[in-house]
């Protein structure tokens, strides 16, 4: 699925502090109110304090993406589910696109595995 970059939302606040990119994992598109739901787990440069919480990204799969050679971390235990497009959608760079690309499949395919216990579900951005 590809990356976003989006506002990072904090517990309990309406709006992001900071754009924080993302990977959708989950996309549901509604015909019926012509809606699109989709779920994303965010992207952090900061080690998990859990291991079983976060997957660290390879390397080459952020050369691939274009992201930056920091360690960074898409963290497993943290969803948020929003309408899409929503207002808290950010363009990359100085760009006209929103995305950073496609996770190779491979990858995905270990984000995406069932996590462990006490996960906390997605909320409602």
Known sequence: MP?????SIEAGREEGRK????????????PANDRTIVVVLPITHTPPGDPASAVEIP??????LGLDDERSWIVVAEGNEFDWPGYDIRKVGRSDRYDYGFLPPRFFNQVIEPSPPGIVPARRG
């Open 19 to 30: 754009d924080r990119s993302c990977v959708i994992v989950l996309a549901i598109e509604r």
């Open 3 to 7: 990356i976003y970059g989006i506002a």
């Open 59 to 64: 390397a080459a799969v952020k050369r691939h």
